[in-house]
Nanobody, 121 residues
């Protein structure tokens, strides 16, 4: 089994910064996709940023130029550096990883428990 543990959320004023981390542990052979999603009550979960095993990245238009995603493969960890935060960034942030637990098997999707980010105006 694979577990994802997130950290780094909290309360910050508009214009401030936060760095989220998500570390995977367990039976891991490889991780291809790593991503951060966010969700507010009453809305669907949305992709914020993603990074592939070859370090290709993709960002939601609303966070381009402010957020940066990167990964440390040796630590099975993905980070989200969030700068110039806005009140509309307030949400629960979830990490997601597509993990291969054994060679020649298909990747499975795992989710973190979520971490609250609140940006005050």
């Amino acid at each position: 089994q694979v577990q994802l543990v997130e950290s780094g959320g909290g309360l910050v004023q508009a214009g401030g910064s936060l760095r989220l981390s998500c570390a995977a542990s367990g039976n891991i052979f490889a991780i291809n996709f790593m991503g951060w999603y966010r969700q507010v009550p009453g809305k669907e979960r949305e992709l914020v940023a993603a990074i592939t095993s070859s370090s290709g990245t993709n960002y939601a238009d609303s966070v381009k130029g402010r957020f940066t995603i990167n990964r440390d493969n040796a630590k099975n960890t993905v980070y989200l550096q969030m700068n110039s935060l806005k009140p509309e960034d307030t949400a629960v942030y979830y990490c997601n990883m597509h993990t291969i637990v054994e060679i020649r098997t298909l990747p499975r999707s795992y989710w973190g428990q979520g971490t609250q980010v609140t940006v005050s105006s």
